[in-house]
């Protein structure tokens, strides 16, 4: 029992932790938006600010290197683009993250997830990516909240990754819609330079 208690301890101060430090950077930081150019397949979503767009497979350009990115019926990057049922027999694990979790820059199979799906499939589990780049706890939660409750996606477990640059995403990135619901406010419109 104390084991647990420890645990929830330490959880309980790095989250407090975290929304000290977004609040601080809140104050100090001004705010950037992500671009959308037209015909993407990074797209706004009104929920969850941003994601992917369904049922595409593009080359994507991360570091100057060109890589396949194939996205599912859902919009989360996939080892090739195909319909993902709501519901399923088979047991299903949904990761969700920033750009670490999406694997942007990699080839599905070479990033880390390509690796857990993969060992995750051999014993007959299907593993689903929801990470996209810039995701910070208010993304995550948002859109885990619309795929679960407004889409019914069943699944049976969740890993959700975050890591130190979620405090400075949430700080510059986000902001509440402010009418109670938790929505994220999606910036307007913006072209990169």
């Keep these: 029992m104390k084991k647990y208690s420890t645990i929830l301890i330490v959880l309980a101060v790095v989250a407090a932790l975290d929304l000290l ?9 001004p705010t950037w938006t992500l671009a959308f150019p037209e015909n ?12 992917l767009a369904a049922n595409r497979l593009v080359e994507d350009i991360w570091g100057g290197r060109a890589y396949p990115l194939a996205v599912n019926s859902l919009g989360f990057k996939d080892r090739a683009v195909r319909e993902v049922p709501l519901t399923s027999e088979t047991k299903r694990v949904l990761f969700i993250g920033d750009s670490f979790t999406e694997g ?12 857990v799906a993969k ?18 706890p208010s993304a995550i939660y948002n859109k885990l909240r619309y795929f679960l409750l407004e889409r019914g996606l069943e699944i049976d477990e969740a890993v959700i ?33």
């Design 104 to 115: 942007i820059g990699f080839v599905f199979g070479d990033s880390f997830f390509g690796h």
């Design 21 to 29: 430090s977004a609040a601080f950077l809140k104050s100090v930081m």
């Design 161 to 193: 990754l975050v890591d130190i640059s979620d405090a400075f995403g949430e700080a510059t990135l986000y902001k509440l819609s402010g009418d109670g619901d938790g929505r994220l406010v999606v910036p307007p419109h913006e072209e990169k330079p």
């Design 40 to 51: 993407s397949h990074r797209i706004r979503h009104e929920v969850y600010h941003h994601g």
């Design 119 to 136: 060992a995750l499939m051999a014993r007959g589990i299907d593993a689903l990516n929801a990470g996209v780049v810039s995701y910070a």
